[in-house]
C-alpha cells in the first residue's frame, strides 16, 4: 500500500520540506540600538510585576512601564494586539511547523520537529511584545499538557499550539476545552483516538475530569470517568490517506490528520454523567460533556486555584474563590478572573514563586537585552536545567513548586557563566552596548537590567562579564 | 553513553530514544564544607545549642531514622534484549539441547548453580557472591508486552506498567522519587548517560551526567578557575533560608566535595581491576559518589549490544564479552566498595529474552521471558527463584519463546519493599499487584 509519506517521498516532498532556519544575521534585528531612558530607583518593584505577567524586563521596557503606569500597561496585555516585530514574525515564519500539516510534517524528522516547536516558543517569550499572552500560552500549555515523544504527538502539536492554546490563552476557556478535545496531538497523547466501543479506553475520560476541569476530588465517581470515556468513543484522528474513498471521491489531502468522528467506533446508548442524563446520540454526546464539565463550579475552583497560585504563590488564598465566581459569571472568561489579579496590590510582594528554568533562561536574555534564534546552546540549555518544551510525560504538566527545581542550580550557574563569558552558540550579549545605551557603566547597566534600577550587585564584580555572571546566578533572579 | 546500539538497526519501530543512565545520589552524610539541607533544617531548628554541639552532634541529628536512609539502588539496564537461556542455563533439560544444537552450552561447561541451571562461564568473576548467596538470579522474568519491540519492551518496563506506549505516567523511578520526597539535594537522581532513561523520565530531581567529572561548574576560558567561582557563589549563597538557596549552598557544598576527590587516588579496591568500559567506568564513578556520602539513593546505568542476532557465540564471542563485561564490571565495582557494599542492591535487567530455538544465522531473535539479577547483602541468593514453565513445545508460547512466569514488577516491588524509602507502591507501579514472592530474607 502507498502511503502518502512514501509518494512525497517520491515526489521528492521531503527535500523541499528541509527548509531553511533562522540565522543569528536577521536576529539581531530583533533587538534595539538606539539610547534606552532610565527608569527611577521606583521602578524596581516593577522587575517583579513583569516578570510574573510575562518574561521580565527589558532594558526598554522597564521606563516604558514607569512612564504609562501599571494599570495601562494591565490595559495594554489584556488587549494583546500588539503588533509582533517583523522580524519576530519573518524568524517563526521560516519554520516548516508553520506551513505544514501534521501529516506532511512527518517527513521531517521527529527531533527537528521537536526542535522546531521548542524554537517558536522560545522566540515569542523572549520578543513578543504580548508578554501576557505568551505567559498564558506557557500556563496553557501545561494545562493542556501534551508530550512530543508520545505516539508521534508532535506532529500534530504545532497544530495543537496554533489551535487550541494560542488563540483561546486569553478568551474563553469553555473554548479552549472544546478545541482541545478536538486536537489530534490530544487525542493522540491520551489516547482517545483508540478510544472505541468495545474497547474503551478511559484515559482522556479521566484526565479531562481529573487534571482539565473537575479537579481529582471535584465530585466524579470511577462510574462517571468510564461513562465520559463512552462518551467520547469515536472522536479519532483521520490516519487513511485518501479517507477510505476512492480517488476521485478523495478527501482533499488536509484532511488527513485531522479530528474525525467515527459513528461505527461510538458506543451506542444513553450515558449518566455526574448523575445527568445524555441521550443516546453520536457526537453531540462528547460535545454535552464538554459543556456540562465548563459551566462545573468545580472546573471554575481548579482553574482559580491554579491560576492564584501561578500569579500569587503563597498568596494566593483570599483570590481563589472571588477568581472562581468570575469564571461562573463570566462563563469561563480568562480574561475575567485574571484581571484583578494583575491589577492586585499582591502582585508585586513576595510570594515565594520561583522561576521555573524556562522563565530563568528567557528573563535572563530579555534583560540584557541578548540576540538569539532561539536555537543553539539555548534548548540544550533548558534540558539541562529540566525544562525542555513539550517534553514532560505526564498530562499534568511541568512542576510549578519549588522543590521540584532545586536539582537545577548547578545547571543554573553554568548558564550564568555561560551567557556572560560565552561565547555560547546563537546567543550573543554586549553589556558595553547596554552600557552606552544607558549612559552608565557597563557594570552598572548590568546591574541596572538584570536587578533594578539603583541596585548593587550581590558582590563586586571586577568586570561587567563578571558582574552579568554575577547577577543571573544571584539568589534574587532565580525568583519570580 | 555511546554504546554500539546494533539493535537499533533490527528492528523498524521508531521512537527510539537514547539511552542514559540514571544514578541517584542524595546526600546526608556532612563533612566540613559539606552539609545536607536536612542537617542544615535541623541544625536550624535546634537552635544555638544544636551548633554549639559542634560535628557530632550534627552526626547525631543527621542520622536518618529510616532504615533504607543509606541505601543505593543501582540499576543496569542490558539493552538489547539479553538471552536468558544462554546466561542461567537449564542444563538438565534436554529441550534445551534439543532447541539449541549449535548454541547450547553443555553442562560440564557452566558454573554450578542449582540442580536445575548452572551459569554462564563468563559469570565467574560474580561466582563468591553466588556462593556468599547474594547474588540471586529471577528465570523466566518478563513485561506483559508481547510487541518484542526493543523499544515498545523497554518503554513498558522503564515506566513500570503493563504498556508503555499507553502510559503518560513517566518513569517508575520517577514516581518512586516523586513519592518518597523526603528532601530535595542536588544529586538525588543522575543518569550516566546524554539524556534521563525513560525509568526517570518526569523526575526533575534527576540529572543525567555523561561522568562524574561533569558534575562540575564550567567556566568559560577568561573567567578565572572554578574554585574562585565555588567561593564567589558561596559568598551569595550562604545566608538565605529560602529553598533555592539552600538548594544553591548545597550544590556548591557538592561541588566542593566532589573537587576534593581525587578518582586514581579514590579506588580502594584497586583501579586495575575495572575493565576498560563504559559501564565500568560509570561504576567506578557511582562507588566514588557513595564513599563521599553525598547522598546517592538511586544510579542507573546502561550496558548495550545484547540484539545478538547473527554469531552470538557460546562460551567465548559476542555474548560472552558482554556478560564478560558485565560480570567483571561489577565485582570490580563490589570490590572497590569493600564494606560499603552492604549498602548497595545491584539490579540487573533487560526488556525481554530470546527465543528458545536458535536461528540459521547461530543467533538468537527476540522472544519474551529473560532473567533479572539482583545482587544484594539481604537477598536470598545463590539460587534461580520464580516458576519454570519449561521448554516443551507446548509449554513454549505459539512463537516459540519461554513464557514470562514472573512479572518484572513483582522483583522492583520486592526491591522497593525491602530496600529504599517507604513508599506507596500502588503509585510507583499503577496497575500491578505485586504477588507474594519473597526474594529477601525473612529478617529484613
Known amino acids: 500500500m502507498l502511503t502518502r509519506r512514501d509518494l512525497l517521498a517520491a515526489l521528492g516532498g521531503a527535500a523541499a520540506l528541509a527548509g531553511c532556519t533562522p540565522s543569528m544575521r536577521e536576529a539581531r534585528n530583533l533587538t534595539a540600538s538606539g539610547p534606552v531612558k532610565r527608569a527611577s530607583a521606583n521602578a524596581t518593584p516593577l522587575i517583579r510585576k513583569l516578570n510574573r505577567l510575562g518574561f521580565g524586563a527589558t532594558p526598554d521596557l522597564l521606563a516604558r512601564v514607569e512612564t504609562m503606569g501599571w494599570d495601562a500597561y494591565v490595559d495594554e496585555q489584556l488587549a494583546a494586539n500588539q503588533p509582533d516585530p517583523a522580524e519576530l514574525n519573518f524568524l517563526i515564519s521560516r519554520l516548516d511547523i508553520e506551513h505544514f500539516s501534521a501529516p506532511d510534517l512527518r517527513n521531517v524528522p521527529d527531533h527537528h520537529v521537536q526542535a522546531q516547536l521548542r524554537q517558536a516558543k522560545l522566540l515569542r517569550a523572549i520578543y513578543s511584545p504580548n508578554q501576557l499572552r505568551e505567559r498564558m500560552v506557557e500556563f496553557w500549555t501545561d494545562h493542556f499538557n501534551i508530550d512530543a515523544k508520545k505516539s508521534y504527538a508532535s506532529y500534530a502539536l504545532a497544530d495543537d499550539q496554533r489551535g487550541v492554546v494560542r488563540p483561546h490563552a486569553l478568551g474563553s476557556f469553555p473554548a479552549m476545552l472544546t478545541a482541545s478535545a478536538h486536537s489530534p496531538a490530544m487525542l493522540a497523547y491520551l489516547d482517545n483516538k483508540v478510544n472505541h466501543a468495545g474497547v474503551v479506553n478511559e484515559n482522556y475520560g479521566r484526565e479531562i475530569l481529573e487534571l482539565h476541569t473537575l479537579g481529582v476530588h471535584g465530585g466524579y465517581t470511577q462510574k462517571d470517568v468510564l461513562e465520559v470515556s463512552r462518551c467520547f468513543t469515536g472522536w479519532t484522528v483521520e490516519e487513511r490517506f485518501m479517507g477510505g474513498m476512492s480517488l476521485r471521491e478523495m478527501r482533499p489531502p488536509n484532511k488527513m490528520g485531522a479530528f474525525l468522528f467515527r459513528e461505527d467506533l461510538h458506543m451506542k446508548g444513553a450515558r449518566t454523567v455526574l448523575g445527568k442524563k445524555i441521550p443516546d446520540g453520536g457526537k453531540e454526546q462528547g460535545d454535552l460533556v464538554i459543556a456540562m464539565l465548563a459551566e462545573h463550579s468545580s472546573t471554575a475552583n481548579t482553574l482559580a486555584t491554579k491560576l492564584c497560585r501561578y500569579f500569587l504563590g503563597n498568596l494566593a488564598e483570599p483570590f481563589i474563590a472571588p477568581t472562581a465566581k468570575r469564571y461562573l459569571d463570566s462563563k469561563g472568561d480568562i480574561k475575567a478572573m485574571i484581571e484583578p489579579i494583575l491589577r492586585s496590590e499582591e502582585f508585586g510582594q513576595d510570594a515565594e514563586l520561583p522561576k521555573r528554568p524556562f522563565d530563568f533562561i528567557v528573563s535572563s536574555l530579555r534583560a540584557l537585552d541578548a540576540t538569539t534564534t532561539g536555537r543553539g546552546s539555548v534548548q540544550p540549555a533548558l534540558e539541562r536545567l529540566g525544562h525542555a518544551s513539550f517534553n514532560w510525560a505526564m498530562p499534568d504538566g511541568y512542576p510549578t513548586k519549588t522543590s521540584a527545581w532545586t536539582a537545577s542550580m548547578l545547571a543554573r550557574f553554568n548558564w550564568a557563566l555561560a551567557l556572560a563569558y560565552g561565547p555560547l552558540e546563537d546567543v550573543e550579549i554586549s553589556p558595553e552596548r547596554l552600557g552606552e545605551r544607558l549612559s552608565l557603566s557597563p557594570e552598572d547597566a548590568v546591574a541596572y537590567c538584570v536587578l533594578g534600577p539603583g541596585r548593587e550587585l550581590p558582590t563586586p564584580a571586577k568586570s561587567a562579564r563578571e558582574a552579568v555572571a554575577l547577577a543571573i546566578a544571584s539568589p534574587e533572579f532565580q525568583w519570580r | ?444
Open chain 2, 1 to 444: 553513553m555511546s554504546q554500539p546500539h546494533d539493535w537499533t538497526y533490527c528492528d523498524g519501530h521508531g521512537g527510539l530514544e537514547a539511552s542514559a543512565v540514571a544514578p541517584k545520589t542524595q546526600e546526608r552524610q556532612e563533612t566540613e564544607v559539606f552539609r545536607t539541607r536536612r542537617q542544615f533544617i535541623t541544625t536550624l531548628g535546634l537552635g544555638a545549642a544544636g551548633l554549639m554541639m559542634g560535628r557530632s552532634a550534627l552526626a547525631q541529628v543527621a542520622i536518618n531514622p529510616d532504615r533504607t536512609s543509606n541505601h543505593v539502588l543501582v540499576s543496569i539496564f542490558l539493552r538489547g534484549g539479553a538471552d536468558g537461556l544462554n546466561w542461567v542455563i537449564p542444563v538438565e533439560d534436554s529441550n534445551y539441547y534439543r532447541l539449541r544444537p549449535n548454541l547450547g552450552i553443555a553442562k560440564r561447561d557452566t558454573l554450578a548453580l542449582s540442580d536445575q541451571f548452572g551459569l554462564h562461564p563468563a559469570m565467574a568473576p560474580l561466582m563468591p557472591w553466588v556462593r556468599n548467596q547474594q547474588l540471586a538470579f529471577i528465570h523466566a522474568c518478563g513485561s506483559p508486552d508481547a510487541t518484542r519491540s526493543h523499544f515498545e519492551a523497554m518503554r513498558t518496563m522503564e515506566y513500570g506498567v503493563d504498556d508503555g506506549q499507553a502510559g503518560t505516567g513517566g518513569g517508575w523511578l520517577a514516581r518512586y522519587l516523586a513519592d518518597t520526597e523526603s528532601e530535595s539535594t542536588p544529586l538525588r537522581a543522575v543518569a550516566f548517560g546524554s539524556v534521563l532513561p525513560d525509568s526517570l523520565r518526569g523526575s526533575t530531581s534527576a540529572m543525567a551526567l555523561q561522568a562524574l567529572d561533569q558534575f562540575k561548574l564550567e567556566v568559560p576560558s577568561g573567567a578565572g578557575n572554578e574554585r574562585e567561582w565555588i567561593e564567589r557563589l558561596s559568598r551569595l549563597y550562604g545566608q538565605d533560608k529560602d529553598e533555592l538557596s539552600l538548594a544553591g549552598h548545597e550544590t556548591l557544598n557538592l561541588l566542593k566535595t566532589l573537587r576534593t576527590i581525587d578518582p586514581e587516588a579514590d579506588t580502594p579496591g584497586g583501579a586495575g581491576n575495572y575493565p576498560d568500559s563504559e559501564l565500568s567506568r560509570g561504576l567506578r564513578d557511582v562507588a566514588t559518589l557513595i564513599r563521599a556520602d553525598v547522598g546517592l539513593e538511586v544510579a542507573c546505568l546502561d550496558r548495550g549490544a545484547w540484539d545478538t542476532h547473527v554469531a552470538q557465540g557460546t562460551t567465548t564471542g559476542w555474548f560472552t564479552g558482554n556478560l564478560m563485561d558485565v560480570s567483571t564490571s561489577v565485582a570490580a565495582f563490589l570490590n572497590d566498595l569493600g564494606p560499603r557494599s552492604k549498602d548497595v542492591t545491584i539490579l540487573i535487567q533487560t526488556e525481554f529474552g530470546r527465543r528458545a530455538s536458535e536461528n540459521a544465522q547461530l543467533g538468537t531473535d527476540h522472544g519474551l521471558a529473560g532473567v533479572m539479577m539482583v545482587l544484594d547483602h539481604q537477598v536470598q541468593g545463590g539460587k534461580v527463584h520464580g516458576k519454570w514453565p519449561g521448554l516443551k513445545p507446548d509449554e513454549l508460547d505459539p512463537v516459540g519463546d519461554l513464557r514470562v512466569a514472573t512479572d518484572y514488577r513483582t522483583v522492583l516491588a520486592e526491591v522497593v519493599k525491602a530496600r529504599m524509602r517507604p513508599t506507596n507502591l500502588k503509585a510507583v507501579f499503577p496497575d500491578f499487584s505485586p504477588e507474594v514472592f519473597d526474594i529477601y530474607r525473612k529478617s529484613v
